[in-house]
């Protein structure tokens, strides 16, 4: 299929770079400022490396991104609150010309769930979106394999550098503050954290899981209770592990609503996993609990999330 990116982060470039492996064309690529477009195929390293280099992916304007010939929109852009722009603007653009867009972007399905059902309703494309959950781990597949009425509880780590960081805490006696500034050295957590270590981006992939298996309840971050990790501290960590326990980030969605924050667990459970790695645990009403878990970011890791999707609409 033919594939426009809009984002140029580690996501985007991964799509970009990857698109040939599993049978893709880009046509178009834009990030925030330029775009560049060729309806023959971009050349991935020829694009990642004037993005290295100058700033930009071409001459042309992001615009044209999205007027190019294209089957697929994979829409990459950093994810915003509230009105998920641009991200949902680029979605509406490319379902209004009856293109298919597939989301690695959550701010559409986390804070506009309703507009972006409505707009596809309206549309000849489809909108999918297995990316802005876990990363490569399938979370939405799970349920659409199921069916959402199938499946009563969701619950995990859904975020590497809050589950890094309370790893190290515990494993190595440390400050929050050290292992955090640990983190951003190791490029595990941004230059402002507060995202992560705040919980909302764990709270913003369990709002899209509600979405997905309580359709048309529109639920957004402000629908989310939400509680981080920045203000826990190390002794927490050592009280817990004297009592054969552990701390994790976990986020789950129930009938009750989607709630994010630490919580003690036993050290040898299923969800006491370790530095990066993310997990989900499906409770299901006749198989029983279910678990998925691996990496839940990165570039490649997430682009093949996308690419899963992609496959789905061929």
């Known amino acids: ?32 400022s330029s ?14 490396d004037r993005k290295n280099a100058e700033g930009v992916v071409g001459s042309a304007d992001p615009e044209d991104a999205l007027e190019a010939e294209y089957d697929v929109l994979v829409e990459a852009t950093p994810t915003t609150l509230g009105d998920a722009e641009p991200g949902f603007g680029h979605l509406r653009t490319a379902l209004e010309r009856d293109r298919h867009v597939v989301l690695a972007n959550k701010g559409p399905v986390a804070e506009r769930y309703g507009d ?24 939405l597949s799970t349920i659409e394999s199921f069916g959402p009425d199938q499946i009563t509880t969701v619950r995990g780590v859904l975020n590497g550098t809050a589950n890094f960081i309370l790893t190290r805490m ?3 006696g440390l400050s929050y503050e050290h292992v955090l500034a640990e983190a951003q050295d190791l490029g595990v957590a941004e230059a402002d954290p507060s995202f992560d270590v705040e919980g909302t981006d764990a709270a913003l992939k369990f709002v899209i899981v509600a979405n997905v298996l309580r359709d048309g309840a529109e639920l957004t971050l402000d629908d989310a209770t939400v509680e981080g990790i920045h203000e826990l ?13 552990t701390i994790r980030l976990i986020g789950e969605v129930t009938e009750d609503g989607v709630r994010v924050g630490p919580r003690l667990i036993p050290e040898n ?46």
Do not use: C, K
């Open 170 to 172: 515990q494993n190595e």
């Open 116 to 139: 972006v059902r409505e707009l596809e309703a309206e549309s000849e494309g489809e909108v999918r979106f297995e990316a802005t959950v876990g990363g490569a781990i399938p979370v």
């Open 35 to 48: 775009a560049v477009v060729d309806p023959g195929g971009l050349d991935a390293t020829t694009v990642l």
């Open 269 to 314: 459970s299923a969800l006491a996993v370790s530095g990066t790695q993310n997990i989900v645990q499906f409770e299901t009403t006749y198989a029983g609990s279910l678990y998925n878990s691996g990496r839940g970011a990165g570039g490649p890791e997430t682009a093949t999330a996308v690419f899963a999707d992609i496959g789905h609409l061929e």
């Open 233 to 245: 501290p190390a002794s927490a960590l050592d009280l817990a592990e004297e009592d054969g326990q």
């Open 1 to 32: 299929m033919n594939v426009a990116v809009m984002g140029a982060g580690a996501v985007g470039s991964s799509v970009l770079e990857l698109a040939a492996e599993y049978g893709h064309t880009v046509t178009a690529m834009a990030d925030s």
